[in-house]
């Protein structure tokens, strides 16, 4: 079978020659021994969350869906063995009944462990690195067509450790992952502190409370004083929950942060004008909430409007003056803009291609309406962001090739070997990764 494919923020489409869904590990062996044959790339999809054309092929599509759940568990370690395939969403009714959790989240659940651990997605807590820093094992399907076990393969023992700096953050560019193991932490609760603050003094105090916190992050919507903040302290089972109310949990997440947030960013794209006034009162009726509950309610926001998003690590201390660089060119140039923007902050880590490797960062995430024009906006942040010795989120947009990416990453001709290594065809090339790897 074959269909059109597009990513969920509409920014990138393709036509594959055709599309099939493996149920094992030799089913991929087969359609990659064959779209080898044939002369035609392979590219697995997930759920296609991510903004850039990581996932557009006009070759062999590979749909990952019924390569999902649990595969093997080692409570000694807490460690568990997934499908590529299976949903951050589907992990809680995973690892809650034996008693784990995944120790660090994003705030979005909708992307497949194997599509958010190779784009590098992340959560914020600057003691804890991002989804992909806690694979410790994998396997995969090489470019030559055969079975790969990277990390730990169980019962103490590992083959070959050397790569898994690479494969664990692969961009799809090593092969099509079958299996992933994470390491897990025993399950948790999260205190969410929510209030608004004085942007300025989020900014003057965003390192502290980064070094203080388990877990803190703010948004601040352009055209206001104001940023709304959010403050996770991890706490035992024994503490006991105190969950939203779900008459709360409704009106927050669905009516207000969906239903009438869509609506108010549907009305700025006719009435631009409106925008800075729109946020000034979206600033003007956030409130402070307190609520304890287990962590994956705490990390993760239903988002149903669609936008667009660009993301930049930059270091740690850089985080206030890009804010403020951010702030003046949005005034300078009358951008209007709806959507706020995210900051958050992660630990340094050994993947090669991380864009916390080696250091202590802050995220900065820009975003728009799916249907606003966002390319004057996205290029003038971009080039801010970039300036602050910036790596660019590789699931989300920016416009860096090779040559600038080159100079962010020590090791990225490190990770250009292992690619040569394992598809040394390009059978997992696609024109994003020509564009950030090279041909």
């Known amino acids: 079978m074959t269909a059109r494919w597009r990513n969920w923020a509409r920014t990138e489409r393709s036509s594959p020659v055709m599309t099939v869904a493996p149920r094992d590990i030799e089913q991929i062996v087969l359609a990659v021994r064959r779209a080898a044959e044939t002369g035609h790339t392979v590219k697995p999809i997930g759920a296609s969350h991510s903004f850039t054309g990581i996932g557009a092929t006009e070759g062999l599509r590979l749909d990952m869906s019924r390569l999902r759940g649990l595969v093997d568990v080692d409570l000694e370690r807490d460690r568990v063995t997934l499908w590529a395939g299976t949903h951050l969403w589907e992990l809680p009714g995973i690892l809650n009944p034996l008693g784990l959790a995944l ?62 700096p690479a494969v664990a953050l692969g961009l799809g560019a090593l092969g099509v992952l079958a299996t992933v193991t994470l390491q897990c932490v025993p399950r948790y609760l999260l205190r969410a502190v929510e209030q608004p603050m004085p942007l300025e003094t989020v900014l003057a105090e965003f390192e502290g409370r980064s070094r203080a916190s388990d877990h803190f992050e703010f948004f601040w919507f352009p055209h206001t004083e104001g940023a709304r903040t959010k403050t996770n302290t991890r706490l035992p089972l024994s503490a006991g929950a105190r969950p939203l109310r779900a008459a709360s949990r409704l009106v927050d997440e669905e009516l207000v942060n969906n239903a009438v947030f869509g609506a108010l960013v549907g009305l700025e794209r006719w009435a631009p004008a409106t925008t800075p006034r729109i946020n000034r009162m979206i600033e003007s009726v956030s409130s402070r909430r307190e609520y304890s509950d ?66 202590e960062s802050g995220y900065i995430a820009v975003h728009r309406y799916f249907r606003d024009p966002d390319r004057e906006y996205f290029r003038e942040a971009e080039a801010i962001l970039a300036a602050h010795e910036g790596r660019p989120h590789w699931g989300k947009m920016h416009t860096l090739g090779a040559a600038e990416l080159r100079e962010r990453y020590p090791r990225f001709d490190d990770f250009l070997a292992v690619r040569e290594r394992l598809d040394p065809g390009r059978l997992f090339a696609n024109p994003y990764l020509e564009r950030v790897l090279g041909e």
């Open 294 to 359: 287990e962590s994956h309610r705490v990390f993760i926001t239903r988002r149903r409007v669609r936008f667009r998003e660009m993301e930049y690590s930059v270091p740690l201390a850089a985080v206030p003056e890009a804010i403020r660089e951010l702030r003046a060119l949005i005034e300078r140039r009358g951008f209007r803009v709806s959507f706020p923007i995210e900051v958050r902050s992660a630990a340094a880590d050994p993947l090669w291609l991380s864009t916390g490797h080696a250091r």
């Open 103 to 164: 120790e660090n989240m994003g705030d979005v659940d909708r992307q497949t462990i194997s599509g958010a651990t190779s784009t590098g997605t992340h959560g914020t807590g600057l003691a804890i690195g991002g989804l992909a820093s806690r694979v410790v094992g994998a396997t995969l399907v090489t470019g030559l067509g055969e079975v790969l076990a990277v990390g730990d393969t169980g019962n103490g023992e590992t083959e070959n450790a050397e790569l898994l």
